[in-house]
């Protein structure tokens, strides 16, 4: 995948990275570098593993399918920007990086007038998408995540036909950000999911899927997406 160690300040200057970009030009870390999976330097690294885990383990019956925790520190799908002092989550807080902003629009025609050579351009490319293009913006996310998982479910069934993946959209009942959100935005579930990638609804239906999101909640059950 490249080299990996620029700073921060050389990707501004316009050095390349496989990291996600946050709307304040860092690139999103977590126990290391949070990948961009639009990008197909990342999606290449995902399927070499998962072709790895899958030689090994698909040859048994008792393997019914592959989970993948994905997003929210994980790929893919985006990372959060965390809230802090009661205030919420920011589910579209990261993904402004050169190479999703320039591929979002070739594939939708939507300009983002932001100079690509300004330093600053990450930041004001949240703020120009969400005023803008919201819907589009989340929608084009939602579905570039789609293709990824698609991708990966192609690769499971290649290596046995009845192989399910089951993309796990946020391990919530350990960390109830999910839950939180809701009740501080007033936004539903799906509507946050989407937000950061993960629209449920894009799954519904295709019995070779099996997503679901852990919530956690004081006053009810787990739910799932």
């Not at 007038?113 to 949240?126: A, C, L, M, N």
């Not at 579930?189 to 239906?205: F, I, K, N, T, V």
């Amino acid at each position: 995948m490249g080299r990996t160690d620029y700073s921060d300040k050389e990707v501004a200057a316009g050095a390349p990275t496989t990291a996600q970009m946050d709307k304040y030009g860092r690139q999103v870390s977590f126990f290391s570098h949070e990948e961009d999976a639009v990008q197909p330097a990342v999606q290449h690294s995902m399927v070499f593993n998962l072709d790895d885990l899958l030689s090994r383990y698909a040859r048994y019956k008792s393997v019914k399918g592959v989970s993948f925790l994905e997003g929210t520190g994980w790929v893919p799908g985006f990372a959060l920007d965390y809230g802090a002092g009661g205030r919420p989550d920011d589910w579209l807080g990261c993904g402004y990086g050169d190479y999703d902003v320039n591929l979002f629009t070739k594939e939708t025609g939507i300009q983002v007038p932001v100079d690509g050579q300004d330093p600053q351009r990450f930041g004001k490319r949240y703020d120009w998408l969400k005023a803008n293009a919201y819907q589009p913006w989340v929608t084009w996310r939602c579905q570039k995540i789609k293709q990824v998982n698609d991708l990966l479910l192609q690769r499971c069934q290649a290596a046995r036909a009845d192989l399910k993946f089951a993309p796990v959209f946020g391990q919530f009942s350990h960390f109830p950000t999910l839950e939180m959100d809701c009740r501080l935005t007033g936004k539903t579930h799906r509507q946050l999911l989407s937000e950061s990638g993960r629209d449920p609804a894009l799954y519904a239906g295709q019995p070779d899927y099996i997503p679901y999101a852990e919530l956690y909640a004081p006053d009810r059950a787990r739910e799932t997406a």
